[in-house]
């Protein structure tokens, strides 16, 4: 059930959007709230230091830089700088090494990976003076602090912003204007300002709208939900799928039309869109029927699975694992070991060769037979 509540400010009337769902409402923050000249007005006596320029804080440095906030990045010099410089980051004007950028901010955004947060902290933190602000993406870090040992001084407000996306997207939905949803936590407020800082970083980032969480629980929620449905349990069950196909005899083309194709291209948009509920009304009466059926059986087994998941997440096993992997010198190539087994998997060369034929990716061919006309296209 979708509510609507009042809210009293400066003898202003604004309605701010809540979601209930049975015993529990959520106060959901909109542009609307906090529109960008608040924003701006928020943030006019800060500057923003951006400290790593991956794919979030490329993505978040470049919104804030194009939404009017003052804002400058700091990176070690090498490729991610030369990115930053091809970007429109200048050296010495809002492009520094990590320890200038860090000396001019006074919110340092601490966007590096939870592996080089860790093996930067205990230089980043001399640069956190009194009242300034701490701001991460992932509450990684603080979460097991036990063994980051990230450990905030508390004269200063310690906060949060998660993009429920790569960077990549908080870039591309900003360009596009739609933003995408982000999620919130205050660690420490030491100000008394955290939170409006914490919402203008959030608006300022280019978020369509925001819910507020914990760092607890945005850490637990997120690396639950990469090693289960959006990453780990999703790639074990195409491969599966795809096995089994094969083993029965279908061909290559069809196994992976079946698992991928069908799946990324059609279905689940649809989902999406509306709901499960919208995709399964769009499919045939024997889709809907099996689908049905089968689902309560894949619930009843995974739901075990998953709780497992959780819990080792809970109890540090899986930030030890991390931990330990991404302190290995050796980590990288090792990845990318992985990775190319995944690229010669069939399934994936499959992909490749059928993504090939695609029309939208195959104009130039289609052009050849078709000439210029654009109803194909």
């Known amino acids: 059930m979708l509510g609507i509540t009042l809210r009293t400010t400066r003898n202003i ?30 943030l006019k006596n800060e500057r923003v230091g951006v400290i790593g320029y991956g794919p979030q804080g490329r993505g978040q440095s470049l919104n804030l830089k194009d939404n009017g906030v003052n804002v400058c990045v700091g990176v070690r010099k090498g490729n991610s700088w030369a990115k ?64 980051t040992n990230i450990v905030p001084p508390e004269n200063i407000d310690v906060v949060m912003v998660s993009p429920k996306g790569s960077g990549l997207t908080v870039r591309n939905h900003f360009l596009k204007g739609s933003g995408i949803n982000s999620s919130f936590a205050i660690y420490n407020d030491y100000t008394g300002n955290a939170k409006d800082k914490c919402l203008a970083m959030a608006f300022g980032i280019g978020s369509g709208h ?100 959780y819990i080792n997440v809970v109890n540090g096993i899986e930030t030890k694992r991390v931990i330990e992997s991404n302190s290995d010198p050796d980590y990288r190539e090792k990845l990318e070991a992985e990775l190319i087994d995944i690229r010669n998997e069939e399934l994936w060369i499959v992909g490749e060769k059928l993504r090939k034929l695609r029309p939208n990716q195959n104009n130039k061919k289609i052009k050849k037979y078709w000439g210029d006309s654009n109803f194909l296209l």
Request: proline letters at 3%; glycine letters at 6%; one cysteine or more.
């Open 210 to 309: 925001v819910f507020e969480t914990t760092f607890e629980n945005e850490t637990y929620s997120d690396l639950v939900g990469e090693r289960c449905v959006l990453m780990g349990l999703i790639k074990g069950a195409i491969n599966a799928q795809y096995n089994v196909l094969r083993k029965r005899g279908h061909s290559p083309t069809e196994a992976y039309n079946e698992t991928v194709e069908e799946a990324f291209d059609s279905l689940y948009p649809l989902i999406n869109e509306q709901g499960m509920d919208w995709l399964y009304s769009n499919c045939s009466t024997t889709a809907q029927r099996g689908a049905l059926d089968w689902s309560v059986i894949f619930e009843k087994e995974l739901e075990p699975i998953i709780d497992s998941c």
């Open 84 to 147: 930053a410089v091809d970007d429109g980051w200048e050296p010495k004007v809002d492009l520094f090494e990590i320890d200038e950028a860090c000396e001019r901010s006074t919110i340092i955004s601490y966007l590096v990976s939870d592996a080089a947060q860790i093996s930067m902290w205990d230089n980043v933190k001399n640069y956190l003076n009194e009242n300034d602000t701490l701001y991460f993406s992932h509450g990684f870090g603080i979460t097991y602090n036990d063994q």
């Open 13 to 42: 009337r604004r309605y701010i959007s809540t979601i209930s769902v049975g015993n529990i409402t959520e106060t959901i923050y909109e542009r609307s709230d906090y529109t960008l000249p608040k924003c701006n007005k928020i």
